[in-house]
């Protein structure tokens, strides 16, 4: 019998917040799951938005390899993706998911309860549907059960009982705390040595605060919860943009006032944690935005095993089918399986690519590039305004201070590399494309000629 496997996506989660937390964060269960598995602590989204992410996860492949992207949410995927091989093999496929029109395209043949992802919550009904289904699904095994939560995405809202120093130094760490009790119900309801449990965010977010003379301001607030609840609401969708613009011109104001009372400058970190917004300004590939937790847990795993090597997203899939023992069928995959490095075997890396999602405040502009362990190197999508960005992270590991005039000569490498990235891909998609029409040409002739037996 195939093991179950528990896929667990905590949107807008950083990495830090998992592998750095505060001791004042309690995240027992989160840790918990560490212990009993691996670790990955530095793994890179494709994408600082939730369907770039899933897209690519989910077929294992780059952006520009995964879909067609006709608008910010909506992603059409061009090729098979891991829940039809999971189906294949035997595998009930359910999930709980936020209402999102990406869904009706990255997973056509998927079994899904939605949820509203600005009123439905853990604590309000969510958490229980998910521990019914996760009993439910205990006389269907093998199962396969995706649940993208939206608890630890911002706005912030958590219950009253979290409400206190000892869950967190502020509202986002309590609403992590929060969060974290949450899976430990679920664990409760597993067998975690007879299950696989993937627990990964899709992007990462800014977290808003800033350490000033051994005291800590937060810049979360979770005052706009209830208004912010209550707008969205009763806003048509077409009028979210421009309501989401209006929140974060508010939230600008107040913060504003809050760094006059700092009396400092802001480091280039600090200053692009407090403005910025994934959708809005700063909108580039910084490693708060797609560098993401991953834990891989359960099934008799090497216990409390930290890797510190970069890995990818797009790498969790065929590390499940080498674990299971499922025969991946993806072609022209990206990603890779992550066992031999789980195993202390040779892994080689590469380099890992990413993009925006649309600029709410500029459409036309976007960005993408490409990450390494040592360097990470992105553009501007807009042609009139090129901006370059290239850091240094193993010396500059906040991203403060940008090379790209002063080291051209790892400029031109950088981009050549992703130049040649995307050109091999699209080059194997093209030679993919000229064999499956063949194919298909020749199957369309033998079938008017009535020789399909002779195929």
Request: one cysteine or more; glycine letters at 4%; proline letters at 4%.
């Amino acid at each position: 019998m195939k093991p179950n496997i528990l896929f667990l996506v905590l949107d807008a989660l950083p990495a830090k917040i998992c592998f750095e937390s505060s001791p004042d964060s309690k995240t027992p269960h989160i840790k918990k799951l560490m212990n009993n598995g691996i670790s990955f602590k530095q793994t890179i989204s494709c994408g600082d938005e939730t369907p770039i992410s899933f897209a690519s996860m989910f077929t294992s492949k780059f952006p520009f390899n995964a879909g067609i992207r006709p608008s910010l949410w909506k992603y059409k995927l061009k090729s098979e993706n891991y829940i039809q091989i999971l189906k294949k093999h035997g595998y009930k496929t359910y999930a709980t998911l936020p209402k999102m029109s990406a869904w009706k395209e990255i997973f056509s043949d998927l079994k899904i309860d939605y949820y509203i992802s600005h009123t439905d919550r853990l604590f309000n009904g969510l958490g229980e549907k998910v521990i019914k289904k996760i009993k439910d699904d205990k006389s269907k095994e093998p199962w396969f059960y995706l649940v993208h939560l939206m608890d630890s995405h911002k706005p912030i809202y958590y219950p009253k009982e979290f409400d206190s120093d000892k869950f967190g130094i502020d509202d986002y760490e309590r609403m992590i705390s929060y969060v974290d009790s949450w899976i430990g119900k679920f664990l409760e309801n597993i067998d975690i040595e007879k299950t696989l449990i993937i627990l990964c965010s899709d992007h990462g977010d800014y977290v808003r605060r800033i350490t000033n003379k051994g005291k800590t301001t937060s810049f979360e607030y979770k005052t706009f919860a209830n208004p912010t609840k209550k707008i969205k609401k009763i806003t048509p969708s077409i009028l979210e943009p421009t309501i989401t613009k209006l929140l974060l011109k508010i939230r600008t104001l107040i913060t504003n006032v809050k760094l006059m009372k700092i009396g400092r400058e802001l480091t280039p970190f600090e200053k692009r944690a407090l403005t910025g917004a994934r959708t809005y300004t700063n909108h580039f590939l910084f490693d708060e935005l797609i560098h993401v937790p991953l834990i891989i847990s359960g099934l008799g795993l090497e216990k409390n095993k930290e890797i510190n090597e970069m890995v990818g997203l797009i790498d969790i899939f065929p590390t499940i089918c080498d674990i299971i023992n499922v025969n991946d069928t993806i072609m022209n995959k990206d990603g890779k399986s992550l066992l031999p490095l789980i195993k202390n075997k040779n892994f080689q890396e590469r380099p890992i690519y990413s993009e925006t999602s649309l600029n709410l405040k500029n459409s036309e502009e976007g960005g993408y590039g490409i990450r390494t362990s040592k360097y990470k190197f992105f553009t501007s999508s807009s042609q009139k305004n090129k901006k370059i960005h290239l850091y240094d992270l193993q010396n500059d590991p906040l991203e403060e201070i940008n090379l790209a005039k002063s080291h051209t000569d790892i400029v031109q490498v950088m981009e050549k590399l992703l130049k040649d990235l995307r050109n091999s891909v699209k080059n194997e998609n093209e030679k993919e494309f000229i064999k499956r029409k063949i194919a298909k040409k020749r199957k369309n002739l033998l079938s008017d000629l009535k020789l399909n037996d002779y195929e």
